[in-house]
């Protein structure tokens, strides 16, 4: 009796450890039959109907990069199998619920996870897209749609958390408020950004292409990105300088927009004057400079406006009267020959004037805008003005001031032995 109780408990565990296995077989052949039917409705989707998709969007009137729809539509693909799974887990038999709602939950978070993705490839599609307007380097966008695919981040974060702990949304987010402070300290450099990014749009304070000066950062040069946190500027040197997008708020630079709009660039250069060859014309320095034809006018003029002031003011005393100058004449002479100048703009400031006489001379300074604002034809205006007035000074019996050199030295030393 006792042998056969023995023999029918041993009948029994073997039963019961066959059928256990039998489960575990059944739910491990479920599971890999899910996991197949799941990878086939992905191949489908992927070879197939986004094949099919980027076809109909070739044909579409309207022109999109297929890459960006592509890259959005295959994300999306990745949906079809996590559904599949999502919906078909419950229905592995003997499958344990906790391991089920699980699988399930994880599916749910990968789900939320492609959507975001897609998401995110959608703004940026739309960003590639408005950069094609005429007007995009105007008004750039990228800074928004950095923001707009931060929140979409953060709203996936948040579901993917409440699907993997099986809570409510509103449950996770009513806990947020006490992290309200941490929340600040950890986003402080973003929301900084986000203001300052809405402050440049809105007040148009730079464009993509604006030639901008920071020399705080060593930025000079062109802008060639403007994004969320940092703004690119290519130096003239071809080095890269990254301005964090809140100090362009928070500090000053210079804009040269203004300049590059207006068609002119100013030139603004002086000529030392030796205030030791300034003085009156006599009648051989009033015939040297009657010869230009520039001052014609102006000696016409001003000899008249002089004969009649010093009859009036000045009769039978020449030292109490008013006489031509070198100087005087010769900035006159500067100022007619660039309003005559085919690259001087007209419509623009232009002025020839004295500055404050120092140590160093009298510095004699021309105001005027160039017609280019291309740098090299810029340069090449200014400096064939000021050879042209360097070198006709002389005439004028006037000299440029400039510290001695060695060989300055050397003649006043060789003229002191002699």
């Known amino acids: 009796m006792i042998s056969q109780l023995y023999i029918a408990s041993d009948s029994l565990q073997i039963l019961t450890r066959g059928y256990v296995e039998n489960v575990w077989l059944q739910a491990v052949t479920g599971l890999l039959l899910l996991g197949a039917f799941a990878w086939a409705a992905n191949w489908v989707a992927k070879r197939i109907v986004l094949t099919l998709l980027l076809r109909l969007i070739d044909h579409l009137p309207f022109r999109v990069e297929a890459a960006h729809i592509?890259?959005?539509?295959?994300?999306?693909?990745?949906?079809?199998?996590?559904?599949?799974?999502?919906?078909?887990?419950?229905?592995?038999?003997?499958?344990?619920?906790?391991?089920?709602?699980?699988?399930?939950?994880?599916?749910?978070?990968?789900?939320?996870?492609?959507?975001?993705?897609a998401l995110s490839g959608l703004l940026t599609l739309g960003n590639d897209l408005y950069q094609r307007r005429p007007d995009a380097a105007n008004r750039p966008i990228k800074g928004y749609v950095q923001v707009a695919k931060l929140l979409v981040y953060g709203a996936a974060s948040i579901l993917m958390i409440a699907a993997l702990m099986d809570q409510s949304p509103l449950l996770l987010l009513s806990g947020l408020g006490a992290m309200a402070a941490v929340l600040m300290l950890v986003f402080k450099d973003t929301i900084l950004s986000l203001v300052a990014s809405v402050q440049i749009g809105s007040n148009d304070m730079i464009r993509v292409g604006d030639w901008i000066e920071m020399p705080q950062l060593d930025a000079n040069g062109d802008v060639i990105d403007i994004a969320l946190h940092t703004v690119k500027v290519q130096n003239f040197d071809r080095t890269i300088t990254t301005i964090p997008t809140h100090r362009l708020i928070s500090e000053s630079f210079r804009n040269w927009r203004g300049m590059q709009e207006s068609g002119g660039r100013r030139i603004m250069r002086a000529l030392v004057i030796d205030q030791n060859s300034v003085g009156f014309l006599d009648e051989t320095g009033l015939a040297a400079v009657a010869r230009f034809g520039l001052l014609r006018t102006y000696l016409h003029d001003k000899q008249d406006d002089l004969s009649r002031w010093n009859g009036d003011h000045a009769a039978g005393n020449r030292l109490d009267g008013r006489r031509l100058t070198n100087i005087g004449t010769f900035r006159a002479y500067v100022l007619a020959y660039l309003r005559a100048h085919p690259n001087i703009r007209a419509d623009q400031t232009l002025l020839v004037r004295q500055l404050a006489p120092s140590e160093l001379g009298l510095p004699l300074e021309i105001y005027a805008f160039a017609n280019s604002i291309v740098w090299a034809e810029y340069e090449g205006i200014q400096a064939d003005i000021f050879d042209h007035l360097i070198a006709i000074l002389p005439e004028f019996g006037l000299r440029l001031f400039q510290r001695p050199a060695g060989s300055d030295l050397g003649q006043l030393m060789s003229g002191t032995r002699i």
């Open 70 to 117: 592509g890259a959005v539509v295959a994300r999306l693909s990745n949906i079809v199998p996590a559904l599949i799974i999502q919906s078909g887990v419950a229905a592995v038999p003997h499958l344990p619920v906790r391991l089920a709602g699980f699988i399930a939950s994880l599916s749910t978070a990968f789900i939320i996870l492609t959507l975001a993705i």
